[in-house]
């Protein structure tokens, strides 16, 4: 481990700060690391492994595609592609897909389709909008999209033509929308704004000064997408119908993947040429995408379901018992703890981890929870009881 971390130090550019832990093999909700301990893992890798590690199917495909055919080029047609294209309209809307590698990339695609359908309507019309505390990706234009501050910081000067609304704010809504508007970006959950949901109130206002303004609705589904809040997609979660969706993370399985999904009657915009991504779509990553698709069934969605209310339920157990517990958030298997300020979170998540479990923060000081939808109760109890556990010591 040592070499290891010697090795991460002088030749890996420090962008991140890492914990004092790694790992050499995964299966299911479980990781082994270099110290020889097994942990419990509520990450997911961020929400990018749905089915746990090494789920068997998953394996299977990338082995039985990587011996055909990797990649080609987008200038060729491809199987793999196409049919994951029709798999995620099956289960989104009827429209078009463009395939690349991550979920920056995928809200690129985005920003750039709604800039081209703005200037359909008017030269004016490319102001897009996102809420505050969202996060859609690092290029420049996604972390100016990205209502974090933080995350902007000596990036100077940023994109224009972006502006923020305040979080589930109706009034700060109608004051930001007008005619130049081509689009608004929305997060069902925001991931790492601290898992915070949007209100029903505030989508059908979206829908309302849609009708007005002629804009489009782009949820990102970088993290909420493939079944983690318990159905299909986040958006899903709301009576909405967006014209794009995002996806990354867990759609590849491991595998970098990302896809934007345009509504049909908005091909129009799209032309040769305008976007391209040169490993977006590519045969691997395609088959791969397809299987989790695959793997994700109605039976599923209601284990997600059951496990995410199990676990809600224990932690509102533990918040009447703990007042610096402020409040419990999230759908299916996205679920945030926030925490006041007697209590550090990044503690709480170190503790954890010497106790062999791993999880994540969002926000100012929220817990985030994303386990693996092959979680089972028994291991649900374990987190549990390790976590009040935690929570008494502190």
């Known amino acids: 481990m040592d070499e290891i971390v010697n090795l991460d130090k002088t030749y890996i550019l420090p962008f991140y700060s890492r914990f004092g832990v790694g790992f050499y093999k995964g299966k299911g909700a479980y990781l082994?690391?270099?110290?020889?301990r097994k942990y419990l893992d509520f990450t997911s890798g961020i929400g990018v492994l749905n089915f746990g590690h090494s789920h068997p199917a998953i394996t299977?495909?990338?082995?039985?595609?990587?011996?055909?055919?990797?990649?080609?080029?987008?200038?060729?047609?491809?199987?793999?592609?196409?049919?994951?294209?029709?798999?995620?309209?099956?289960?989104?809307?009827?429209?078009?897909?463009f395939l690349s590698n991550s979920g920056a990339e995928a809200n690129?695609?985005?920003i750039k389709i709604a800039r081209f359908f703005g200037k359909t309507i008017s030269k004016d019309k490319y102001k897009i909008l996102s809420l505050t505390g969202s996060f859609h990706g690092r290029t420049l234009a996604t972390i100016t999209a990205t209502g974090q501050k933080k995350y902007q910081k000596n990036l100077e000067p940023l994109p224009e033509g972006f502006d923020y609304v305040e979080y589930n704010n109706v009034e700060d809504l109608e004051r930001k929308v007008d005619e130049n508007v081509c689009a608004i970006f929305l997060?069902?959950?925001?991931?790492?704004?601290g898992i915070r949901p949007l209100s029903d109130e505030f989508v059908a206002k979206v829908k309302e000064l849609k009708k007005k303004y002629n804009f489009l609705i782009v949820f990102d589904e970088v993290q909420t997408g493939v079944g983690r809040t318990g159905k299909y997609f986040g958006y899903m979660n709301f009576d909405i119908e967006p014209d794009m969706v995002t996806l990354a993370k867990a759609i590849g399985g491991?595998?970098?993947?990302g896809a934007t999904v345009l509504r049909r009657e908005y091909f129009n915009v799209c032309e040769p040429g305008m976007h391209a991504s040169t490993m977006g779509g590519n045969q691997l990553a395609s088959a791969v995408a397809l299987k989790v698709l695959e793997l994700l069934s109605d039976d599923i969605l209601k284990h997600v379901n059951k496990m995410g209310e199990l676990i809600m339920n224990e932690l509102e157990t533990l918040k009447s018992k703990y007042d610096f517990i402020k409040e419990i958030r999230g759908k299916g298997l996205m679920i945030g703890v926030d925490l006041d300020s007697r209590v550090e979170v990044i503690g709480v998540v170190k503790k954890l981890m010497g106790r062999g479990i791993l999880t994540l923060r969002a926000g100012e000081n929220v817990l985030r929870l994303l386990p693996p939808f092959v979680i089972t109760e028994k291991e649900i109890d374990i987190f549990i009881r390790n976590l009040t556990e935690v929570f008494s010591s502190m």
């Open 32 to 36: 082994y690391g270099y110290d020889g």
């Open 60 to 97: 299977r495909e990338i082995k039985k595609q990587a011996s055909k055919l990797v990649t080609t080029s987008n200038l060729f047609y491809s199987e793999e592609r196409v049919k994951l294209a029709k798999k995620i309209i099956d289960i989104t809307f009827d429209g078009g897909v």
């Open 254 to 257: 491991g595998l970098p993947v």
């Open 187 to 193: 997060e069902a959950i925001q991931g790492e704004g």
């Open 108 to 110: 690129e695609a985005a």
